[in-house]
């Protein structure tokens, strides 16, 4: 099965960029940091044997797709992934709209997997077009009284609760259990679904939670049989790839088995492949010695396609969290060209020589191609290209971007995936939190863990009078 690939050429150009030496230099510390992933972190883990400095050590993430598909294969009924998918199946035949609660890592990395691979106005759809899955909808992201009032408008229009059109159900996602955000609006949520569906609320609520947490408390006590776990050892922003991601994706109808096994395709070849061939170890490097070396500290994820955007800013907090510590780590930014280049592209042509450009190109078009079209007076003047057609049209403009970044000295790298489908994003995600923990190596820093969160928290909890 192919693989996504890495396009590193952009880098090595004269004065800003890299030299092919540098990076080679690297290679042992790249097969040392990978090695003791596998030969450490996992066994550490496994054995509960981590040292206080190495804590949290949430590296579970590495094996789990290999995991899930390994017992769903070999254990079919037992297996979490027949969990992830009967349950999905139950909730979609008894409503049209799911609500997913969540912030941070218990939301970013299921709207990165719908927006990346549902149709771009899926919860437009009717339920036919729509495959019979559900609208789903994101909430429990901040404290924004418009939006949460908003959503609930909108669930609370239809009120024929016997009429699956008209039912709602609600997915609270929390590893803690005890998020403020996620915990108010399950709470408002939860009101509003007692007053539709009146008694018993249990059928249309499933939680993804760590055991025992207040989360976990609440939904037994309202009877709800079905609970997805959080696995241990898989932090936030490493659980997309976990029920947390899985079981929105399924709802809305994803082959979450390819998902997972684009991801074991990627760890495969992160275990396998020589440091100077392996994509993530040099994706790694790449970052590191731009940030280091070239004060290059902005990492610039510039995606080509507009269902990518999600993604973009599911690695914005993955890196942000992981590796912003101890007064290190680049600075994430996404971009959507061709959009942004009406924004943002003016400074990275032109502005600080703080930046390393990430380029992510999905490569083939899931749709057939639009051609721009003649039109009879030509007042556009746009048929001389007329016969073009919009993915043409893209491929200029990234050609265009690529020879005007090379002609000011500023360096680029390319991910290429070919197609975006779930095999490839599966590979994408898994390469991403990969790197950024190979990353966070290089940098000596834990990319577990986030403990500069909790003083907001506090903070919070106190001016709550709490
Ligand atoms: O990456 C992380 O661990 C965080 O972003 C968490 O996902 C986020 O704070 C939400 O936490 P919880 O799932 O416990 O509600």
């Not at 970044?405 to 390469?431: F, S």
């Amino acid at each position: 099965m192919s693989l996504i690939e890495l396009a590193t050429d952009g880098v090595f150009i004269p004065q800003r960029g890299l030299q092919k030496e540098e990076l080679s230099a690297l290679d042992g510390r790249l097969a040392e940091i990978r090695d003791s992933i596998y030969e450490r972190d996992l066994s550490e883990f496994a054995a509960g044997t981590a040292s206080d400095e190495r804590l949290p050590l949430d590296t579970a993430f590495v094996d789990l797709p290999d995991r899930l598909l390994h017992t769903y294969k070999s254990d079919r009924d037992q297996s979490v992934l027949n969990d992830v998918l009967v349950v999905a199946r139950r909730l979609s035949e008894l409503v049209d709209r799911v609500v997913v609660l969540g912030i941070g890592g218990s939301y970013m990395g299921a709207r990165a997997l719908m927006e990346s691979l549902c149709h771009p106005y899926f919860n437009e759809l009717s339920r036919g077009q729509r495959g019979g899955y559900p609208r789903l909808y994101f909430e429990g992201n901040n404290v924004d009284n418009d939006a949460l009032q908003g959503l609930l408008d909108l669930l609370l229009q239809g009120n024929e609760w016997q009429h699956v059109e008209d039912r709602w159900g609600i997915v609270p996602i929390s590893k803690s259990g005890g998020t403020t955000e996620t915990a108010v609006a399950f709470r408002i949520m939860l009101a509003k679904l007692r007053e539709l569906a009146g008694g018993t609320v249990s059928d249309y609520i499933v939680p993804i939670t760590g055991a025992d947490g207040r989360l976990d408390q609440m939904t037994k006590g309202l009877g709800c049989g079905e609970m997805l776990e959080v696995p241990d050892g898989v932090g936030g922003r490493f659980s997309v790839l976990s029920a947390v991601g899985l079981l929105p994706a399924a709802l809305l109808g994803i082959d979450i088995v390819r998902l997972l096994e684009g991801a074991k395709a990627m760890n495969e070849h992160f275990r396998q492949a020589a440091a100077a061939e392996n994509i993530v170890l040099q994706f790694a490097a790449i970052g590191h010695l731009m940030d280091v070396k070239r004060n290059a500290n902005i990492r610039v994820l510039s995606v080509w396609s507009k269902s990518l955007e999600a993604i973009g800013l599911w690695y914005d907090q993955l890196l942000a969290e992981s590796l912003g510590k101890n007064q290190l780590g680049a600075t994430p930014i996404t971009t959507v060209n061709t959009r942004d280049l009406h924004s943002r592209a003016q400074q990275h042509q032109q502005g600080c020589y703080d930046k390393l450009i990430v380029n992510v190109l999905p490569g083939r078009h899931r749709t057939d191609a639009l051609t721009v079209g003649h039109h009879e007076k030509n007042e556009d003047r746009l048929n001389d290209i007329a016969d073009k057609t919009v993915p043409e049209v893209l491929d200029a403009a990234i050609l265009g971007v690529d020879q005007a970044l090379r002609g000011d000295d500023r360096p680029a790298i390319g991910i290429e995936l070919g197609e975006i489908n779930p095999y490839t994003v599966g590979q994408l995600l898994q390469m991403l939190m990969l790197a950024t923990v190979v990353e966070g190596r290089l940098l000596h820093i834990n990319p577990y863990g986030q403990p500069g969160v909790q003083a907001y928290k506090t903070n919070m909890d106190r001016n709550l009078g709490r």
